[in-house]
């Protein structure tokens, strides 16, 4: 048993031990205070996992609500939408590596390869996008420049998390929540923030989060959303009535607009843009243009307006041959560098074959002779496998010519349509559309209807085909018309399920034959396996020249064409453009393409404050002077772009006009008198019109002859009696149904 002082010194050692871990631990100073506090801190610790516990269950809330709230708000054309968005997803496939860091402002995706439906369309390239590079997508129908495009936006390939992006392919759908609400909700981070902290204060209003989630909304100038949205809307010609009605009160070109409007109030640092300038009218193209000038991040563009391309991109990417083609420069200089590249292949090409073709006849001639020669015939043979083994200069391939026709028609007497003193207005006390137009069309017509969106310009082309009856006056057609209607929903009235052959066969009973219809639709690009796949399988423009085909092999003698550039190609443009300069009946055509105008049109009228006016010029030299005048509307005099006026038929307060065209040309047009035709109304005689031939020209009022080109009354033209009788009834009426301007 230890002695007493042994025991001592033991517990004094013991102590001196504890006291040293005490100094290691820093707990020397240690009071009672300092316990509390400790205690204190374990208590808020426990109590803040509580709140970030509570913080994270109103997150999984708000995003619960917003999902019901969505889904219930969702129109029947959005359902379709995301219907065909999800039967497209699952028919993709795509694969590729990130060969940038996660932190960076370019996206560059290695090995990158793209299938649809089992078709290869994109095949182990690379994809390579820089900062401050605006890019075009080209290539013809089917080569996977869309689906290029929704890969990337709904992130199927890899791309770093930090880049946000924003995908528009189409119009914000008809319904009923405004142009202003449409735009402020396109904000996601603020809009699942306003949720949670709803979702908070219902819950646990004393969270510490609560602070955090207000001060991150602070940093987002929620306050300020709805001016931003507000500003970019009346930048793009929406007035402020306009913010507050319902999208079914607007056409598609408005409501391309707002998806506009919503990509610009973003602000994303990749922008996917399909297709941007469908539905829009010519000055929105022109202001949009402007616009995309200056975006300073990454763009991504699929357009056939070769103008646009011109206008707005800094690099171009040509989908070839399944592999991307980049080349700097707008698209002009791509098809300049493109020709280029293209002819010194093509003397390379012929060089080397040259080369082989002379080593060949060299060594069959003297590779069995004396020593000496069959040793340069060996010399020769080991010179052309080395030139065949680094591996030849392909021949240049050209793109796949595209022929669509429109077969010749009857010739019909003139007027083949007589628009007679017509006024139109979609329900009584809406604003009128048309006032006392008149005018008359006939197989040698070749005209485009210009003008801002909302004007009426597919309502006119209504009105001619009878879809659309005028509130006021008349409408006579020949008895033995036949009019083609192509409007930029036609695709998507077809049969989805039915393949391209079987749709024509149904469509037009009398084709029996199957090589025949695989002939017709063939002429306009269709070929091979896509004559036989479900419609839906084929890309927009694939569907776009189905239906072209559908109307001209309806034989009409008048085209009624509203948007057909709408996802065709620039080949297939230019293939639209020849047909119709070589078909012979009659054409009025509504198109925001400035290039299809200047090669078909021979008049351009503007439809605008409820009158057709006829531009002072045709063909491309009028269509670019239009071109001109929109680009200084929409710049101003001091170069800085202006806010776009809203110029819809809805909103007729505004004093002065947009767009300043040249005044009508007014003419007194004589009561036309026609025979074998027919009226649309029942009200009215008229006397028949004595024809002297087929085309006997329309006298005018001071007794000279009309156009060489048939009876042709310009619009605008008024009779005095009528002058004057409207004048009345405008007074009675007040000020209700001025012009909008």
């Not at 930029?488 to 079987?502: G, V």
Request: charged fraction near 30%; include cysteine.
């Amino acid at each position: 048993m230890p002695s007493k002082s042994k025991l001592k010194r033991m517990e004094k050692k013991k102590a001196d031990d504890k006291n040293r871990q005490r100094d290691t631990q820093g707990l020397t100073k240690l009071t009672k205070d300092d316990v509390a506090a400790k205690t204190a801190a374990v208590a808020d610790a426990a109590k803040l996992g509580d709140a970030a516990a509570a913080a994270e269950a109103a997150r999984r809330i708000a995003e619960m609500r917003i999902k019901a709230k969505d889904d219930a708000e969702k129109t029947d054309v959005e359902k379709l939408r995301e219907e065909q968005e999800l039967i497209n997803a699952n028919a993709r496939n795509c694969t590729g590596r990130l060969g940038t860091q996660a932190l960076t402002s370019s996206v560059h995706i290695n090995g990158l390869s793209i299938t649809y439906h089992g078709t290869v369309l994109i095949d182990d390239t690379d994809l390579q996008l820089n900062q401050h590079h605006r890019y075009g997508i080209i290539g013809p129908n089917g080569c996977g420049k869309s689906t290029l495009l929704a890969a990337l936006g709904h992130r199927e390939v890899p791309i770093p998390e930090p880049i946000d992006i924003f995908y528009l392919d189409h119009e914000m759908p008809p319904g009923s929540i405004t142009p202003l609400k449409a735009v402020m909700e396109v904000d996601d981070e603020r809009k699942k923030l306003e949720a949670q902290a709803q979702a908070l204060e219902e819950t646990d209003p004393e969270n510490e989060f609560l602070l955090e989630i207000y001060e991150r909304l602070d940093d987002l100038d929620v306050d300020k959303a709805e001016v931003t949205a507000s500003r970019i809307l009346k930048g793009l010609g929406f007035t402020h009535e306009m913010q507050g009605k319902p999208l079914t009160d607007f056409s598609g070109g408005w409501r391309m607009r707002v998806s506009l409007a919503r990509a610009l109030f973003v602000k994303p640092y990749l922008l996917l843009l399909d297709e941007p300038t469908n539905h829009l009218d010519l000055e929105a193209c022109v202001w949009l243009e402007e616009e995309l000038k200056t975006f300073d991040h990454i763009l991504m563009i699929v357009s056939h307006s070769e103008d646009f391309l011109n206008g707005v991109c800094t690099n171009i990417i040509n989908i070839k041959d399944r592999k991307l083609e980049y080349y700097t420069g707008n698209f002009n200089q791509f098809i300049k560098t493109k020709t280029e590249v293209e002819e010194n292949q093509m003397k390379q090409y012929n060089w080397e074959q040259e080369q082989i073709k002379h080593m060949k006849e060299y060594i069959a001639r003297f590779g069995h002779g004396s020593a000496k020669l069959a040793k340069q015939a060996q010399s020769k043979e080991k010179t052309l496998a080395r030139m065949i083994e680094k591996g030849l200069t392909p021949k240049v391939s050209g793109e796949k010519q595209i022929s669509f026709n429109f077969k010749e028609v009857d010739r019909l007497a003139p007027p083949v349509i007589q628009v007679q003193d017509i006024s139109f207005q979609y329900k009584e006390g809406s604003p009128w559309i048309y006032k006392n137009v008149e005018f008359g069309l006939d197989q040698d017509t070749r005209l485009a209807l210009v003008g801002p969106n909302g004007a009426g310009k597919s309502t006119l082309l209504k009105l001619l085909l009878g879809d659309l009856e005028p509130t006021e006056g008349m409408i006579r057609r020949h008895s033995h018309v036949k009019m083609g209607h192509y409007h930029q929903h036609l695709a998507e009235k077809i049969d989805m399920n039915l393949s391209p052959i079987e749709f024509m066969m149904k469509e037009f009973p009398h084709l029996k034959d199957i090589d025949g219809v695989r002939k017709i639709i063939g002429r306009y690009g269709i070929t091979g396996k896509q004559q036989t796949m479900p419609t839906r399988n084929l890309s927009e423009g694939q569907k776009c020249r189905v239906a072209l085909a559908w109307v001209a092999h309806q034989t009409p003698h008048m085209l009624m064409l509203d948007e057909p550039t709408n996802h065709l190609d620039l080949e297939s443009i230019d293939a639209l453009a020849q047909a119709i300069k070589g078909y012979n009946g009659g054409m009025v055509l509504v198109s925001h393409d400035f290039r299809l105008i200047g090669q078909v049109a021979d008049e351009i009228w503007i439809c605008e404050k409820q009158q057709v006016t006829k531009w002072n010029k045709g063909g491309i030299e009028g269509i670019l002077e239009y071109k001109d005048m929109l680009k200084k509307n929409v710049l101003g005099d001091d170069g800085v772009r202006q806010d776009m006026a809203a110029a819809s038929a809805d909103h007729y307060n505004k004093k002065t006009p947009s767009v300043n065209v040249p005044s009508a040309i007014k003419m007194q047009a004589p009561k036309m008198k026609i025979m074998g035709v027919t009226s649309n109304k029942t009200n009215g005689s008229v006397a028949p019109r004595q024809i002297n031939g087929n085309r006997s020209p329309s006298p005018l009022k001071n007794g000279t002859k009309g156009s060489p080109k048939g009876a042709f009354v310009p619009p605008g033209a008024r009779a005095k009696a009528a002058q004057a009788a409207n004048q009345a009834r405008s007074k009675k009426q007040g000020a209700g149904d001025e012009d909008w301007w």
